[in-house]
């Protein structure tokens, strides 16, 4: 995390890409989206401190991805609301 906080203060916009090697599939997460889903991670875990996170995506033919995290110390259990990311996203949201 403290990366991507130092990238924040050089950088106006941070986006993060997702590759899906196997369906050839790019998911652009903003920095906002981001922060969002490792905020309910956290409020998740309550008082214990974590040095990772796994972001989670998922996709169903024809569909948008949905980006999310479990919650802390649940699998298959997902904490917050997941967020819904176009599939034309990438490379648009670069340019917006």
């Known amino acids: ?10 950088y106006k916009k941070i986006y993060f890409g997702l590759v899906c090697v196997e369906d ?3 998911c ?3 920095k906002s989206e981001f922060d969002k889903l490792i905020e309910n991670r956290k ?11 796994a972001i989670l995506i998922t996709i169903k033919h024809g569909a ?4 999310y995290v479990n919650a802390a110390g649940s699998r298959g ?12 996203n990438f ?6």
């Open 64 to 67: 948008s991805f949905r980006a």
């Open 1 to 10: 995390m403290d990366n991507v906080s130092e990238l924040k203060g050089k």
């Open 77 to 88: 259990r997902y904490c917050g609301e997941k967020i819904t990311i176009p599939r034309k």
């Open 91 to 96: 490379p648009d949201a670069l340019f917006l």
């Open 28 to 30: 652009c997460l903003k």
């Open 43 to 53: 409020r998740s875990a309550e008082n214990s401190v974590e040095s990772s996170y």
């Open 24 to 26: 050839k599939e790019i």
